[in-house]
Structure formats: structure tokens, C-alpha cells
């Protein structure tokens, strides 16, 4: 089955400054990349995604890449602002033809620390 | 905004008994999904229902798990013989499509088995 690795685990930046997380995944087959992110105790709520006919998508401070051929994907987040310190997970699923409820995969997660 | 709610949000359960975890997905939605999540862990993929059925299940979604869409809103979790280890919280999730489409996740259910 499909394998996501994530990194960093923990990211630490001062204000203002940007902040990238990166994620590998394993089965080619995959096509929807999301990325959810969690506030201590709160659910999983989804930033941004991306499909594999894209290569880059942004939305405002937070842009999402990917590189299929490397099976790389990462995320972006410029102007960090207090607000933006939570767990950042990624995740891939294999949209199947025909509609097939593709469960998510999800990588470890980045717990993002913005340093006032 | 409609959302899933799940419920109850903290269930304490004895080992080795059965707890039933609800959730109504937003109600347009046709695809459903429980997932759970060890503390401090990542979320994992539990199992996947469309159509009345299931669609995919994970490793670890055994003969101790199952999953019921029991009328026209209700989505349920059933843990037959609850361990240690499936203390966790439980999410459930829905989506308009199975293909590509946002996940919208619940608040969540913490399990805790004593």
C-alpha cells in the first residue's frame, strides 16, 4: 500500500519568515495530495490541495508543489503569523476510475512552532 | 457551514467491552470513513463505506470492527471487544465524491479503554 514519509517532525521559524514541509510518497498511483492542518485537540481541517495534473498550486500565503516524477510534494507558507503554529499533515490517496472511496494516507505530521 | 458531528466526544469503556462510535456526515455526502489517531501520532486510515457497503479497509480494521449506516443520516463505529490499544481518537470523515474531493472531518471521539 501507499507509504508517505514526512519531515520535518518539528519546525521552529520566527515570524514573518517561511516555512516548507516536505513529503514523500510511494505508490505512483496516487493522484490527490492534501494537506490538513491540526490545532491541539481540534480536527484535521484541510489547508490545501493539490491534484497530479497541477504542479503547483497557491492560495494567498500558502502555495503546495509537486513533483511527480519524484514523487515529492511539499508545502509553503510565507509570512508565518502566531496563528499558523500547529500540526501540519500531508497525504495522498489513489483517486480510483469509477469513484472508489479512496481512504487518505496520511504522513507523521510537523508540529509548527512560529517564533514570535 | 454544515459540518459532521460525532458523538459522544470522550468514552471511557472497560476492556473487553463493545463501544459504538456515531457520526452524521454532511448530508449531501455518499462517501464515509473512520479514521483514528494515537495521541501524538498520525492519523490512520481505518475504513471506507459507499453505497451501504465497505469500499477499503485497512490492516487495522479487523473481525473486531465493524461499521453501520443503520438509517439515512447516522454513520456508526462498533468496536466489539475494546483493547488497551484502541484507546485513540476517533475521526470520522465524509466526502461529496470518493475521487479527489475535500475530506470533511468531525470534532473526533477520544476513546479510552480502562
Known amino acids: 500500500g501507499e507509504n508517505v514519509e514526512q519531515h520535518p517532525s518539528t519546525l521552529s521559524v520566527q515570524e514573518g519568515d517561511s516555512a516548507v514541509i516536505k513529503c514523500t510518497y510511494s505508490?505512483?498511483?496516487?493522484?490527490?495530495f492534501p494537506w490538513y492542518k491540526q490545532e491541539l485537540g481540534k480536527r484535521p481541517q484541510l489547508i490545501i490541495d493539490?491534484?497530479?495534473?497541477?504542479g503547483e498550486k497557491k492560495d494567498q500565503r500558502i502555495a503546495v508543489t509537486l513533483n511527480k516524477t519524484a514523487k515529492h510534494f511539499s508545502l509553503h507558507i510565507t509570512e508565518t503569523q502566531p496563528e499558523d503554529s500547529a500540526v501540519y499533515f500531508c497525504a495522498a490517496s489513489i483517486g480510483a476510475s469509477g469513484g472508489g472511496a479512496d481512504g487518505l494516507t496520511f504522513g507523521k505530521g510537523t508540529h509548527l512552532i512560529i517564533q514570535p | 457551514e454544515p459540518e459532521v458531528t460525532q458523538t459522544p466526544s470522550h468514552q471511557v469503556t472497560q476492556m473487553g467491552q463493545e463501544v459504538i462510535l456515531r457520526c452524521v456526515p454532511i448530508s449531501n455526502h455518499l462517501y464515509f470513513y473512520w479514521y483514528r489517531q494515537i495521541l501524538g501520532q498520525k492519523v490512520e486510515f481505518l475504513v471506507s463505506?459507499?453505497?451501504?457497503?465497505?469500499?477499503?479497509k485497512s490492516e487495522i480494521f479487523d473481525d473486531q470492527f465493524s461499521v453501520e449506516r443503520p438509517d439515512g443520516s447516522n454513520f456508526t463505529l462498533k468496536i466489539r471487544s475494546t483493547k488497551l490499544e484502541d484507546s485513540a481518537m476517533y475521526f470520522c470523515a465524509s466526502r461529496i465524491t470518493g475521487r479527489n474531493t475535500e475530506a470533511f472531518f468531525g470534532q473526533g471521539t477520544r476513546l479510552t479503554v480502562v
Open positions: 505508490d505512483s498511483a496516487s493522484n490527490y
Open positions: 493539490i491534484r497530479s495534473n497541477v
Open positions: 463505506f459507499y453505497n451501504n457497503e465497505i469500499s477499503e
